[in-house]
């Protein structure tokens, strides 16, 4: 079973930036994918960003050209930089863990303990 843990998030202002990392544990297959989540009160989770063991990268429509994802694989860590940051973007985010490049929400094994984002003035 691979284990995330998230660091980073909090409270910032409409236009600010912030830096969200996941760590993962006991990963055993090459080909994989991590990335984001987010889910807002009374709404589904849904994906933010997504990056291949590969490097491929892709993006929900909302944070394209705001959000960059990368991951450094020998240390098993994935980092999404969040830029112009809007209040919309508020959420609790969650890392996630798949062993292939391409899954969907329910094909994901494994997810991180979640990190509040809060963009308000």
């Known amino acids: 079973q691979v284990q995330l843990v998230e660091s980073g998030g909090g409270l910032v202002q409409p236009g600010g930036s912030l830096r969200l990392s996941c760590v993962a544990s006991?990963?055993?297959?090459?080909?994989?994918?991590m990335g984001w989540y987010r889910e807002e009160p009374g709404k589904q989770r849904a994906l933010v960003a997504r990056?291949?063991?590969?490097?491929?990268?892709r993006y929900a429509d909302s944070v394209q050209g705001r959000f960059a994802i990368s991951r450094d694989n020998a240390k098993n860590t994935v980092w999404l930089e969040m830029n112009n940051l809007k209040p919309e973007d508020t959420a609790v985010y969650y890392c996630?863990?798949?062993?292939?490049?391409?899954?969907?929400?329910?094909?994901?094994?494994?997810w991180g303990q979640g990190s509040q984002v809060t963009v308000s003035s």
């Open positions: 006991g990963i055993r297959f090459t080909r994989n994918a």
């Open positions: 990056i291949t063991s590969g490097g491929g990268t």
């Open positions: 996630f863990y798949c062993s292939n490049y391409v899954c969907n929400r329910l094909e994901i094994e494994s």
